[in-house]
């Protein structure tokens, strides 16, 4: 975890990234005991946001994993490797069992979220921005059936979840070639979005990691395991060099985006 310094634009907040393969291993501490340990993280492709953490729990469930959401965890304690959990080991227990090796369906993620009672992500057509009929141009009743109808379509809708784990090794394809592959994700903790790709680029850059933010991802072929990303070989190649030990303040990021001239996200 990262931290950074605060005065860069109009955000207030200290900077704190989670790298993923850091934050693998991680201790999950039930209110009444240990529920296992981080084994992957699972991220929506089109908002690039982690929506579960997958839970090995070891023995004391015969191995079976679990998915709980990133709102149930507490601050962690670094030096232990461990997040408190708002959950006890029994909720856990007599959850939804789903197998995490194969896709995670919409109908599956709705079975998840009943049992807890967690409030749902994928339904809220306002908060998201969504065209919603205003009371004088429409009755109460279309406004209301609107609204059903869109919850509906979201319950059977595509989750677009991928693996972390699945995703880290695929190719990173620039506009004119190979450059590399995903090594790492950098997840800040505010809101748990992906905030860059960490790129491996030893086998054309010896020794050199650079970061991406998923804005500049073009589309991934997850036939071909595969990420395109919008920029050439030589603006990579020349790009702030991104070193683990020191890793991502806002002096960095703000080099960054003035780098490749873009807008930064905050």
Do not use: C
């Amino acid at each position: 975890m990262f931290s950074g310094e605060n005065g860069i634009g109009h955000r207030v907040d200290p900077l704190m990234l989670w790298s993923f393969e850091h934050l693998r291993g991680y201790t999950l501490r039930a209110t009444d005991g240990t529920l296992g340990d981080v084994h992957d993280v699972l991220f929506d492709d089109t908002e690039w946001t982690v929506r579960y953490l997958v839970v090995d729990t070891g023995t004391w469930l015969s191995g079976r994993r679990a998915l709980i959401i990133p709102a149930v965890l507490d601050r962690p304690d670094p030096e232990r490797r461990e997040f408190p959990v708002a959950l006890t080991k029994e909720q856990v227990r007599n959850s939804p069992d789903i197998d995490t090796d194969k896709p995670v369906s919409r109908e599956q993620e709705t079975t998840l979220y009943g049992y807890y009672g967690w409030p749902n992500y994928w339904v809220m057509p306002a908060a998201e921005g969504a065209a919603v009929p205003p009371a004088a141009a429409a009755p109460e009743s279309r406004i209301r059936a609107e609204l059903e109808r869109r919850v509906k379509e979201a319950e059977h809708a595509d989750p677009h979840l991928r693996s972390a784990r699945e995703v880290s090794g695929y190719y990173i394809e620039a506009l004119d070639g190979d450059i590399g592959h995903v090594e790492d994700f950098l997840i800040d903790d505010n809101g748990w979005r992906i905030r860059y790709l960490v790129a491996d680029t030893r086998n054309w850059l010896p020794g050199k990691q650079v970061i991406l933010s998923p804005d500049w991802v073009l589309r991934i072929d997850w036939n071909e395991r595969t990420v395109h990303v919008d920029h050439n070989r030589e603006q990579i190649k020349n790009s702030p060099e991104y070193g683990p030990s020191t890793g991502v303040d806002q002096a960095f990021e703000s080099q960054l985006y003035d780098y490749y001239g873009r807008r930064p996200y905050w």
